[in-house]
């Protein structure tokens, strides 16, 4: 009588435990002494896309990518240790991967005999997703640095050329063909200074400071920095900017940023179909908004491609040629000058972002 109340006692424990289990938020299963899985609670189940019949017939290596199955011990050497922890990937039911922590922990009775395994699981997605924005914090700020030093070289040179060409044009006032060359000489060094100091204005970076700006004017300088790149590149660019827009309050040098990276995911978009057009149309939206319409004719995207556009680190080009953070940190951006961003496209014929912003009164 004395142990069927001991098994009872000992079944009600186990249910109570696995009550709890499941209202944790970390993934946790519990694996036979072979390593198949015999429960798993709903985080884990969220955390695959399976659920806990499909889970259950599954073998643990069967939850990681291959890759990642390499760095999991065999189960004979998990019993062995009695325990073991290390970074996997699962792969999920939908065949998309995910970054995690796993800790295997060999569950033994009163005398030491083994009963199964537990799992333990914590999500690294964020974790992974900030080490990867620091790094690449790291990369701009020293591209910054880099760039306000060779815009500095270059002007030294420029100016010299300048004021000798001003000084050669003041001597040969009389000689129209060679006052013209020399015009046309001033004229280019003075365009390439101006970009110059412009980079290294913006190369300097925020201060996070918001005054009243023309929204023109930012989207002028964006193209100062890019326009001889499109031309390069096949790309026609059309500006229809309202004159005498109302101000918005604006850190021009954040602003710059957002306008900057829609440029240089247009022209990605346009040099996969040989060049074509960028249109940018600034106008005031009434009651008191400034618009302004981005548009490409370039390659557009797919309904499930542009869903995900702005998430951090989600970009369809190859590897080395996009961080998938230039959208994500300019929809930030976008929001903290309370305005709204938004984006419309069609497969093979064009993408076109609207931007809003609030007027400054």
């Given at each position: 009588?004395?142990?069927?109340?001991?098994?009872?006692?000992?079944?009600?424990?186990?249910?109570?435990?696995?009550?709890?289990?499941?209202?944790?938020?970390?993934?946790?299963?519990?694996?036979?002494?072979?390593?198949?899985?015999?429960?798993?609670?709903?985080?884990?189940e969220r955390l695959c896309g399976y659920n806990q019949e499909e889970l259950k017939r599954k073998k643990i290596t069967s939850l990681y990518s291959k890759e990642s199955r390499k760095n999991l011990p065999k189960i004979q050497e998990i019993l062995t240790k009695d325990s073991?922890?290390?970074?996997?990937?699962?792969?999920?039911?939908?065949?998309?991967?995910?970054?995690?922590?796993?800790?295997?922990?060999?569950?033994?009775?009163?005398?030491?005999?083994?009963?199964?395994?537990?799992?333990?699981?914590?999500?690294?997605?964020?974790?992974?997703?900030?080490?990867?924005?620091?790094?690449?914090?790291?990369?701009?700020?020293?591209?910054?640095?880099?760039?306000?030093?060779?815009?500095?070289?270059?002007?030294?040179?420029?100016?010299?050329?300048?004021?000798?060409?001003?000084?050669?044009?003041?001597?040969?006032?009389?000689?129209?063909?060679?006052?013209?060359?020399?015009?046309?000489?001033?004229?280019?060094?003075?365009?390439?200074?101006?970009?110059?100091?412009?980079?290294?204005?913006?190369?300097?970076?925020?201060?996070?400071?918001?005054?009243?700006?023309?929204?023109?004017?930012?989207?002028?300088?964006?193209?100062?920095?890019?326009?001889?790149?499109?031309k390069a590149h096949n790309i026609e660019v059309i500006k229809e900017l309202t004159q005498d827009l109302p101000q918005i309050m604006a850190d021009a040098n954040q602003l710059e940023q957002v306008i900057i990276n829609l440029i240089v995911n247009a022209r990605d978009a346009?040099?996969?179909?040989?060049?074509?057009?960028?249109?940018?149309?600034?106008?005031?939206?009434?009651?008191?908004?400034?618009?302004?319409?981005?548009?490409?004719?370039?390659?557009?995207?797919?309904?499930?491609?542009?869903?995900?556009?702005?998430?951090?680190?989600?970009?369809?080009?190859?590897?080395?040629?996009?961080?998938?953070?230039?959208?994500?940190?300019?929809?930030?951006?976008?929001?903290?000058?309370?305005?709204?961003?938004?984006?419309?496209?069609?497969?093979?014929?064009?993408?076109?972002?609207?931007?809003?912003?609030?007027?400054?009164?």
């Amino acid at each position: 009588m004395g142990d069927k109340i001991q098994q009872n006692g000992d079944i009600y424990q186990t249910k109570e435990l696995l009550r709890v289990l499941s209202c944790l938020q970390h993934p946790v299963a519990l694996l036979n002494l072979k390593g198949t899985i015999k429960w798993a609670n709903p985080a884990l189940e969220r955390l695959c896309g399976y659920n806990q019949e499909e889970l259950k017939r599954k073998k643990i290596t069967s939850l990681y990518s291959k890759e990642s199955r390499k760095n999991l011990p065999k189960i004979q050497e998990i019993l062995t240790k009695d325990s073991w922890q290390g970074d996997l990937v699962v792969l999920k039911k939908d065949k998309t991967e995910s970054p995690v922590s796993v800790a295997l922990q060999v569950i033994r009775d009163d005398e030491g005999k083994l009963l199964s395994i537990l799992k333990l699981i914590q999500e690294l997605t964020s974790q992974k997703a900030m080490e990867k924005q620091l790094i690449q914090s790291e990369k701009l700020i020293v591209i910054g640095t880099l760039a306000a030093g060779v815009a500095h070289e270059l002007n030294q040179p420029l100016m010299v050329i300048r004021g000798y060409t001003q000084i050669l044009l003041s001597n040969h006032q009389n000689d129209p063909e060679l006052k013209d060359s020399l015009k046309r000489i001033e004229g280019q060094t003075t365009r390439m200074m101006k970009i110059i100091q412009h980079l290294r204005n913006f190369s300097r970076g925020s201060t996070g400071m918001k005054e009243p700006l023309s929204i023109n004017q930012i989207i002028e300088n964006a193209f100062t920095l890019l326009n001889q790149q499109l031309k390069a590149h096949n790309i026609e660019v059309i500006k229809e900017l309202t004159q005498d827009l109302p101000q918005i309050m604006a850190d021009a040098n954040q602003l710059e940023q957002v306008i900057i990276n829609l440029i240089v995911n247009a022209r990605d978009a346009l040099d996969q179909k040989g060049g074509g057009e960028i249109k940018v149309v600034s106008r005031f939206k009434k009651p008191d908004k400034v618009e302004i319409l981005f548009s490409d004719t370039g390659i557009g995207m797919p309904p499930h491609i542009k869903n995900h556009i702005f998430e951090p680190f989600f970009t369809t080009k190859e590897a080395g040629k996009g961080t998938g953070l230039g959208l994500s940190i300019s929809h930030r951006i976008i929001k903290d000058h309370r305005g709204d961003i938004s984006v419309t496209s069609t497969e093979g014929k064009g993408t076109t972002f609207v931007l809003t912003f609030p007027v400054y009164k």
